[in-house]
Every structure is written in C-alpha cells, then in structure tokens.
T-cell receptor, first 114, second 108 residues
Framework: QMQLVQSGAELRKPGASVKLSCKASGSAFTNYYMHWVRQAPGQGLEWMGIINPSGSTTSYSQKFQGRVTMTRDTSTLYMDLDSLGSDDTAVYYC?????????WGQGTLITVSS | EIVLTQSPGTLSLSPGERATLSCRASQSVGSNFVAWYQQKPGQAPRLVLYSTFKRATGIPDRFSGSGSGTDFTLTISRLESEDFAVYYCQQNGNLPRTFGHGTKVEIK
C-alpha cells in the first residue's frame, strides 16, 4: 500500500507559476511510475503527464507541453506549472502506476485569480 | 489521442437495481488497457476495475467489467447506497492516457 500526501491549496495570480508536491510513504516509491491528473470544478479527469521511477524520463500531454515540469526525488513527486491562467483553476492529483492508477493523493486545489 | 465516450451521462436508478455503464473508444484499445474509477464528491478517484474486468483491492464482486476493441462496459449487479457516484473509464495502453467524461450514477 502506498500513501500519497499532497501539499496544501494555493492561490496564484494569472501569469504566475506554482510548484506542487506529493509525498509518498508505505511502499517503494522509487519503483513506481507517477502521474499528475487534474480536475477543473464540476468537470472530468484530465491526464497531465507521467514520470518514470528514476525521474529520468517524462512524457506530457501536448496541452501542457512547454509549461509543465515533473520531477521527483526518493520520496516526493513534484510538478511545476508555469504561465497560469484562470482555466488552470482545478484540483490536481498525483497518482501511481504505469497503466492504471492504483493509489491517488488527496488532491491540491489551485486557484488562479487576480 | 484516443477519445473515450461514456454513456449515458447520468443514470438514475434505485438501490438493488442493475447499472450498466458504457465506454466507447475512438480506436481499438487492448483489453488489458481499460480501467474504471469511482469518484465521490470531494474525494479522489478510486480504482474499481483494471485490465477491463479485474477488480481492484477491496472492490466487491457486484462490480464486473467486459468488452474488447472499442466497446467496454462496467456493470454493477445490484446497486448499494455506497455505489452512487461518478464513474470514469480510462485507456492506459497509449500515451496520452485519456479518460471518458464520466457517468453519474444517481439515486432515483
């Protein structure tokens, strides 16, 4: 079993950046592929990207290419998201697994507003 | 990118009834690569089924899955109160991973 605990809610102005974290415990984090998934208010799930267990390889949704960076260390997953717009207001989830996502963080609300 | 279309958008049923949720892919997806998630308000999604029909840990056997190619189904044989939620299908055989827009199973 893996527990994923995400950082707290953030408020940002348009054009700003945000860095989210997702700390793992209870299982061998360094063996897992990790993902970020977001959910805008009242909307569905949107996959953002994947990072391999060593952190050496990432693949991002074309929608976020150029403004998202996923990194990790031995226990924590990170995501930097730049050039925020109001449509980036959403709950951001980290999730583990290569194919299916068996463990999820609790989510971090990012609000982008002037 | 593989687009997943879920139907219906909302399913209004009573406890004890059978729920059948559909997920159609824009191109063929290997049967090992379809998963279903349950999400309740204010909660993170929870894995229900993977590889089309395999139940995740702790998922009761009233949940079942089937399908191949482009058409996949999640069936809940007899709805219990805790099953009312939104369900998302996902394809995980290709990048980008994609989700359907969800089916809300609500109490009639």
């Amino acid at each position: 079993q893996m527990q994923l605990v995400q950082s707290g809610a953030e408020l940002r102005k348009p054009g700003a950046s945000v860095k989210l974290s997702c700390k793992a415990s209870g299982s061998a984090f360094t063996n897992y592929y990790m993902h970020w998934v977001r959910q805008a208010p009242g909307q569905g799930l949107e996959w953002m990207g994947i990072i391999n267990p060593s952190g050496s390889t990432t693949s991002y949704s074309q929608k976020f290419q150029g403004r998202v960076t996923m990194t990790r260390d031995t226990s924590t997953l990170y995501m930097d998201l730049d050039s925020l717009g109001s449509d980036d207001t959403a709950v951001y989830y980290c999730a583990s697994g290569f194919y299916y996502f068996d463990f999820w963080g609790q989510g971090t609300l990012i609000t982008v507003s002037s | 990118e593989i687009v997943l279309t879920q139907s219906p958008g909302t399913l209004s049923l009573s406890p004890g009834e059978r729920a059948t949720l559909s997920c159609r892919a824009s191109q063929s997806v290997g049967s090992n690569f379809v998963a279903w998630y349950q999400q309740k308000p204010g909660q993170a999604p929870r894995l229900v089924l993977y590889s089309t029909f395999k139940r995740a840990t702790g998922i009761p056997d009233r949940f079942s899955g089937s399908g191949s190619g482009t058409d996949f189904t999640l069936t809940i044989s007899r709805l219990e109160s805790e099953d009312f939620a939104v369900y998302y299908c996902q394809q995980n055989g290709n990048l980008p991973r994609t989700f359907g827009h969800g089916t809300k199973v609500e109490i009639k």
